[in-house]
Nanobody, 123 residues
Framework: EVQLVESGGGLVQVGGSLTLSCAVS????????VGWFRQAPGKEREGVAS???????ATSYADSVKGRFTISRDKNTVHLKIVNLKPEDTAIYYC?????????????????WGQGTQVTISS
């Protein structure tokens, strides 16, 4: 059974940093792509970062988060480090997975999803 469990969310001050983690089971990250998505209050869910393994790890980021978000993996855990946090980063963050080395931020392509972790940025 494929499972993804996010952790690391919480209340953080503007300008701070945090690292979200996505622990996966039921498959190996080497064979799948993993993406991070977020949904802010009143907004649609958006993809922010993805990673897959094609000989080496390949990554992709939404333009809105480039330079502040870093996706990485450690065995079967995928991390999302966020620095210089802004109020607009407040959202529920989800990780998702799809089979194959497909680097994409299109959520409709991801069949497996975690439950999400809340990130709240205080000013």
């Amino acid at each position: 059974e494929v499972q993804l469990v996010e952790s690391g969310g919480g209340l953080v001050q503007v300008g701070g940093s945090l690292t979200l983690s996505c622990a996966v089971s039921g498959f190996t990250v080497d064979d799948h792509a993993v993406g991070w998505f977020r949904q802010a209050p009143g907004k649609e869910r958006e993809g922010v970062a993805s990673i897959c393994h094609i000989i080496v790890d390949a990554t992709s980021y939404a333009d809105s988060v480039k330079g502040r978000f870093t996706i990485s993996r450690d065995k079967n855990t995928v991390h999302l480090k966020i620095v210089n946090l802004k109020p607009e980063d407040t959202a529920i963050y989800y990780c998702a997975a799809l089979s194959g080395p497909i680097l994409t931020l299109k959520e409709e392509l991801y069949p497996y999803w975690g439950q999400g972790t809340q990130v709240t940025i205080s000013s």
